[in-house]
């Protein structure tokens, strides 16, 4: 064996063809523990080039040996034998397993895809529009109404702004029992106002003043 | 037929001598029959490594046909154990090492050892490679050190190129001082054969200790082995293990 010549995967870092993932694992672990600059026992069998060298193919062999889809596709070409040395690469390999993935994508549905920046439609209604922009004093109910106004589910909602939607259900029925602590609680009516295109300032402020007098009274009781 | 087992070393120094005494005690408490053979010919020390001084024959009267296997065999204060002393004079001659160890050989066989143990001399030399022919495990220590790795490494080479890679080669790791050392022999096993392709089927690490220091540390006429002197050292567990896994890996064995 001579370290310039291309060599099954399995033979570089010593283990057998039927080899476990935790098998090749320790192998890796231990033929990098081998072939590092520190260790003695390379002295004056291979030089520090045959060594890097050595290095860099064990780093091959366990990215292929490593992940199941490269392994696969990899004994398979190796068990066949008409395959060339270049289709024997981890490149190769690679390629082969973007390939397949590709193919069997065309097979399923094509996923739908979300922009980032759509927003559901709604048709105006000057009426509520004007409630909006005159409401000072800000309740679950009402953020409840805004967002089945514009046109917002709670899963939407959720994607926005990334608050789960058992708080955002929470929120807008004004259960303390099922919230965090208050400072979160602003942060989440922050996020809910902001998505929804409102003044999330004065939201917030309205909403924190009823949330927390109804957390009075619920501790009162 | 006694199986046998042969140590040789690329460096002289390394600590051949007392690691064939190690293996040779190790089986002996494992309720083995051991014979030792002192086949250094470059100065025999065996005796001192067990601690004995006096003897009639050496393995020259029998390689010289003037004495007979049992005549040379001298008890070696360990039960089960026995010892054939080498030359006390070195000799120059060394083919004589060749002459008649087949006739020798013959002799011993009929003695009923479990396992018969030759310690070598230092180096590549056809002497001890013809040797290392009879043997059915040959042991080759080295240390941690560069200069005793490349000894090791050519020693190895020379070897598979004079005598080819049929016979089985063990390599145990002398004064081990760090977990690294301790897993050389393993990277041994894998330079080797990437490098070579020779099988080395077994290695291990013997740690330093300083027990093997104090038991030197004697008078001459009460020496003592490391083994007799202190058997639960580091240094005697390790060869208690490494003659287990040998005989019979699978077995627990409780050492008498």
Known sequence: MSTDSKNNYYEILEVANTATQHEITVAYEKAKRTYSAQNAALYSVFTEAEASALRDLIEEAYSVLSNQNYRNIYEKRLLSKSYSASDLSLDAVKKASTELFNENSLLTAAPVEVTENEKPSYEKNSDLETEIEACSNWDGDFLKKVREYKQYSLELLHEKTKVNPWYLSALERMEPQNLPAPVFVRGYVIQFAKTLGLNEKQVAESYMKNYKFKLEQQKTK | ?256
């Open chain 2, 1 to 256: 037929m006694a199986e046998i087992w042969c140590v040789a070393s690329g460096k002289g120094g390394v600590g051949k001598t007392f690691a064939a005494t190690g293996l040779g005690i190790s089986l002996a408490k494992l309720r083995k029959k051991v014979l030792l053979v002192d086949f250094d010919i470059s100065g025999a020390n065996l005796h001192t490594v067990l601690g004995l001084r006096d003897f009639k024959n050496s393995i020259l009267d029998g390689l010289n046909s003037s004495a007979t296997g049992k005549d040379m065999i001298m008890s070696s204060g360990f039960s089960n154990l026995d010892f054939i002393p080498g030359f006390i004079v070195p000799q120059l001659g060394q083919e004589l090492c060749t002459f008649k160890v087949d006739a020798l050989l013959q002799q011993l066989q009929t003695l009923k050892y479990d396992v018969i143990i030759f310690d070598l001399g230092p180096g590549a030399q056809k002497a001890n490679f013809s040797l290392m022919n009879y043997a059915d495990r040959n042991f080759v220590i080295t240390n941690c050190e560069p200069t005793s790795i490349e000894k090791t490494y050519s020693f190895i080479e020379q070897y598979i190129a004079t005598e080819g890679r049929t016979k089985t080669l063990h390599i145990l790791v002398n004064f081990c001082r760090s977990q690294q050392h301790q897993t050389l022999g393993k990277s041994f096993e894998s330079v080797l054969f990437k490098k070579h392709d020779v099988n080395i089927r077994f290695s291990a690490g013997i740690r330093f200790d300083n027990a093997v220091w104090q038991s030197t540390f004697m008078t001459s006429s009460n020496m003592q082995n490391v083994f007799a002197l202190m058997p639960y050292s580091e240094v005697c567990h390790d060869f208690y293990k490494i003659c287990k896994q040998l005989i019979d890996p699978s077995e627990l064995r409780a050492v008498s």
